[in-house]
């Protein structure tokens, strides 16, 4: 059975443009959770998805940020405009229910460098 | 705000030695789980403690949960190569029943051959 798939594995892009990241979870998971890890700050949660409604986004960092779930197979972060901070590991993951306790499965990250 | 601070953040070690992590908190946690993570992939679980006091052993893996919920550890016994990674607590943070989890800042373990 496939994992979490992420897509691109790596973005270079550059200051002001938009970049979208995208995820497939595991089928049949209800949950879908992204993160952003940097060397300063470590794995920040961004958002989290139930049964594809957005349940908590207070980690968005601010409105250049948007995530969207359109459905249980495909998960969208979309950066615009992006600026060099926001280079950082980004992780899509997935779980059963979402609930205290579940395992939450990774995908192998997308690496985005904003020039 | 529900934080949780890992010590030591790096560690380089040997083939055979011992070694232990901590995962601290000032906040109670209904569960806390700890995950591995190697370079270029991301985190898997290793384990997900609920009970206060409580122990899970993983072969030479030894996982702690703080009697009051707070603190949890990982104690490598005879670390091998393999062992070589980040190790990340996370806290189930929020409130109600939910997945969201809060993760430490991770410690970097390097076991030299």
């Known amino acids: 059975d496939a994992g979490v798939i992420q897509s691109p594995r790596h973005e270079v892009t550059e200051m002001g443009q938009e970049v979208t990241l995208r995820c497939k979870p595991i089928s049949g998971h209800n949950s879908l959770f992204w993160y952003r890890q940097t060397m300063m700050r470590g794995l920040e949660l961004l958002i989290y998805?139930?049964?594809?409604?957005?349940?908590?986004d207070s980690g968005m960092p601010e409105d250049r940020f948007s995530a969207k779930m359109p459905n249980a197979s495909f998960s969208t972060l979309k950066i615009q405009p992006s600026e060099p901070r926001d280079s950082a590991v980004y992780f899509c993951a997935s779980s059963l229910q979402g609930l205290a306790g579940d395992e939450q499965f990774f995908g192998p990250g997308t690496r985005l460098t904003v020039l | 705000t529900q934080l949780l601070e890992q010590s030591p953040q790096f560690l380089s070690i040997q083939e055979g030695e011992n070694l232990t992590v901590y995962c601290n908190s000032s906040?109670?946690?209904?569960?806390l789980q700890w995950y591995r993570q190697e370079p270029g992939e991301g985190p898997v679980l290793l384990v997900t403690?609920?009970?206060?006091?409580e122990v899970k052993k993983l072969k030479r893996l030894t996982f702690q949960f703080g009697d009051a919920r707070k603190d949890s550890s990982l104690h490598i016994t005879a670390a091998q190569p393999g062992d070589t990674g980040l190790y990340l607590c996370?806290?189930?943070?929020?409130?109600?029943?939910?997945?969201?989890?809060?993760f430490g800042q991770g410690t970097t373990l390097q076991v030299k051959p």
């Open positions: 998805f139930n049964n594809n409604v957005p349940i908590d």
């Open positions: 906040s109670v946690f209904s569960s």
């Open positions: 996370a806290g189930v943070g929020g409130s109600g029943n939910t997945g969201k989890l809060i």
């Open positions: 403690v609920v009970t206060g006091g």
